[in-house]
Structure formats: C-alpha cells, structure tokens
C-alpha cells in the first residue's frame, strides 16, 4: 500500500524506517522482528522495480543499546536514524510524560537525553529533534534552550549525522516544522548542510504530507537534501 502510494505520487523512491525501541515498557518492545524486516523490503524491491525502496530502522536511545547498534551496522539496511520517544520510564504521546514535569524542565531534560545520545554516535540522521512540540498543546518551541541545541547541532556537525526535517507537525495542526525554522538556521550558521526529508507517515495517506512547504524552506537556507542508501548520504 505504501509503494503504490508513493507510486501515485509519482515519487522516485521511498524510505521505510521501521521502529525499534529496547525499552521494555513500550507496547512494540520485542515485536520488531529485523529479518523479517529487511526480508520484506527485498520483497517490496523485486515487486516494485520502478521505485527505489529503501529501508531503514529510527533506533530509540541507541547509545543506551551498544550491542544492539552495532548488529545494525552489519546488516542490511540503508539507513539508521536515532531519536528519543522515551524519559523517564514514560512515552511521548502517551500524556503522563508531558503532564509530569514542567514545560521548561522536560525539555531540558529531553536534549540533555539527546545530547548524550548524538555525543555517543554510531546513526547517520537525528531524527525530529525538537519533538516534545508535538505533545504539548499550544507550544510552539516556547522552551528551546538554544545553548543546549547549539550544543548539539555543533556535535553532529562535527560527527557528519544529518539532520531531518519532519512535516508530521503539520498535520497535527501545528505551524512549524520540525525542527523549527528558528532551529534550521541556527544550524546553516554553524556549517551545517546536509538534510534529509521526511513525513514519518505511518500511513499512506500521509507520504510526502507537507513537503511542498518543507522543500521551500530548504531552498530558502540554501539546505543540501539527500537521503541515504547503504549507509551513504546520497
């Protein structure tokens, strides 16, 4: 269904990035199945010979899993992607989270989790960096704490990690990107380049959602965007 979407849309490819979450509480823990995975995308290549189908895995927290991280870089994927859904035994999305601390407090804690995360490496792309926007109603970036994504930018600049560009915001009623705008230029002024694309849909319907209005600031920031295949920025 989402190759024939992408096919629809007249896309040159798509980027599967399968969840993979070790934390024991989430309801997916131990239902990703990596062989499975990457069988189906075999699959998914030979059927769909016009559209380049590549796959991929959003590690939540990878540098709490060594182990783990390291299997990946010896499988067959296109592409790993870190992110952080998960504080203090609670998940974003669920309302607990949110709920339990206030704003200013669970977004430092939240990028000092990233910090951590970017600073420890072994992923090509950070994904939705400011993403604690999505769960709180109203909030627009309202807490940022720059010095502490200055921080970071500056560590995946250095480490070559991309930054990804989310649209999901959008379609939660949102008016920024993720990250913001305000985030992205930050980055350009640190000498960061390279980006990647993404709706994170989780449905057909929502593949390429808000790219049109992504893609105009890319152009506005001068952004190089790219994707990955074979752990390669392409």
Request: proline letters at 3%; one cysteine or more; glycine letters at 8%.
């Amino acid at each position: 269904e989402m190759c024939e979407k992408a096919l629809d849309l007249k896309l040159d490819g798509i980027c599967f990035t399968e969840h993979m979450d070790l934390t024991p509480e989430d309801p997916a823990y131990e239902y990703f199945d990596l062989d499975s995975y990457i069988a189906d995308l075999e699959k998914a290549k030979k059927k769909y010979h016009n559209l380049k189908v590549l796959g991929g895995v959003e590690f939540c927290k990878p540098h709490l899993h060594p182990r783990a991280l390291k299997e990946l870089s010896s499988r067959k994927i296109d592409v790993v992607l870190a992110s952080v859904h998960w504080m203090e035994e609670m998940m974003f999305g669920g309302g607990k989270l949110v709920k339990s601390f206030a704003e200013p407090v669970l977004y430092r804690k939240y990028y000092n989790l990233v910090k951590e995360m970017v600073e420890y490496g072994g992923f090509e792309i950070l994904a939705h960096l400011d993403l604690p926007k999505r769960y709180i109603k109203g909030d627009q970036g309202k807490y940022e704490h720059l010095e502490l994504i200055g921080d970071i930018l500056e560590k995946i600049i250095e480490k070559d990690i991309v930054l990804e560009i989310n649209t999901s915001s959008l379609r939660r009623g949102m008016e920024e990107l993720m990250p913001s705008e305000k985030i992205l230029k930050m980055y350009v002024k640190k000498g960061g380049k390279k980006v990647t694309l993404a709706s994170d849909a989780h449905r057909a319907g929502d593949i390429a959602a808000g790219f049109t209005r992504a893609k105009k600031v890319i152009k506005r920031l001068n952004l190089s965007c790219g994707y990955y295949e074979k752990r390669e920025f392409v």
